[in-house]
């Protein structure tokens, strides 16, 4: 049996101060490229089809735009994207949030992605995300209540990070901050901007853009065990 992954996609599209957001393209495009010959994948998102894509990632990763964003195959998966309230944890080996602000905006409070989310990391299954995905998991418990991230070593996009792209004010929240204040155990790469992947258990997580591809050789070797 092929094991399949669920990637989910923010559906927000605008920041706080009314900027362009959504998900960012080689966060999706570099976890695809690895996991696609091994593993099924279905694309989900809070509103379902064409969850909106980071203007700033597709001028940023051109390379990233032939190789993925308009292959046939990627445009037929985010173009039928299902809807988090119709997805059925039981179908799926694996979840994996992609990054961009997006997620910090929506998939953080959503009731439905934290139900969700909390599911699969309940039965043991894999949860991973990378940049501002791990902020999708900010409600996540586990059967005692308790935050996923409590007790145990995270990392996410880091404030220094933050600060440089100057999105401190587009965000309701931190995302360093925010797993500090749950308990976890954050963690960052020597210099911001490098790549950094943290494996605890059936918890993975990548802390910028430089991660998308690492996090996603973490999770072939997990899914692959």
Known sequence: ????????????????????????????AHPYYVLAPHFAIDFASPAGPNPPVDESSVQ???DDIGKFLETPEAQKKLSTAKK???VNPDDYDAIFYVG?????LDLAVDPVNIQLASKFYRVGKLV?????????LVG????SGKSIFAGKPVTGFSNVEEEQVDKVKDIPFLLEDKISSLGGKYEKAAEPWEP??????????????????????????????
Request: proline share 7%; glycine share 8%.
């Open 1 to 28: 049996m092929t094991k399949r992954i669920l990637f989910v996609f923010t559906s927000a599209n605008q920041t706080l101060t009314g900027a362009n957001t959504g998900w960012y393209l080689p966060e999706a």
């Open 60 to 62: 940023m990763f051109p």
């Open 84 to 86: 988090l309230s119709d």
């Open 100 to 104: 961009g602000h997006g997620p910090v």
């Open 128 to 136: 991973a995300a990378v940049c501002h995905g791990p902020a999708a």
């Open 140 to 143: 996540a418990t586990d059967e």
């Open 196 to 225: 950094r992947v943290v494996v605890t258990g059936n918890l993975i997580t990548g802390q910028n853009p430089a991660s998308a591809h690492p996090i996603a050789e973490a999770i072939l070797q997990a899914l692959q065990k």
